[in-house]
Every structure is written in C-alpha cells, then in structure tokens.
C-alpha cells in the first residue's frame, strides 16, 4: 500500500530562507513569498513528522526510504544539493 503526506507553507518573512530535507541533506532557497508544498511518498510514510525551525530556515525531517517531491509556486524542484556545512549556514543566515 502506497500512503502520502503533505506539508506546505508560505515563506512570510522579508528575506529568503534555507529548507533543508533529512535525511539526504537536500537544499532548497526558499524566496520571501514563495509558496512550497513537501510531497512524502511512500509504503511506511508515518502520518507525523517534524518540523525544527532555526533563525535562517527550516529543517524538515523525512522518514528513511520516503519518496520526498519539493515544490516551490507549483513547479516541482530538482532534489538539492548536499552540504555538511548547512547548520552553519542557517545560522548565518539568520543573523543577516
């Protein structure tokens, strides 16, 4: 049986931020005003998930094997790159 979660949410704030995807560690810039819906899909998709938000974006936590899908205005985004630096960067971010 395939089962699918959905997340979305409206970046209100004044600047862009950084949405970053676990467990692959998958970047997305976000724009002020963007639209952007998280798409999980998959046999075992749990019906929670979390959610950790930081001073220069969001960390969006999937379940091992989910199909993860990013849209941003209603167009599908390649899957973003991987950085082990992103911590840093979301604090940076912030503090902009």
Request: proline share 4%; with cysteine.
């Amino acid at each position: 049986m395939n089962n699918s979660q959905e997340f979305q949410f409206i970046n209100g704030a004044p600047k862009r931020l950084l949405l970053i995807i676990e467990p692959t560690s998958s970047e997305f810039w976000i724009e002020s005003r963007a639209t952007v819906k998280i798409l999980l899909e998959g046999a075992n998709v749990p019906a929670t998930f979390d959610v950790e938000y930081l001073a220069g974006g969001m960390v969006f936590y999937a379940s091992e094997g989910s199909r993860v899908r990013v849209f941003k205005n209603g167009c599908q985004l390649p899957q973003g790159k991987c950085s082990r630096r992103m911590a840093s960067r979301l604090t940076r971010q912030g503090q902009r």
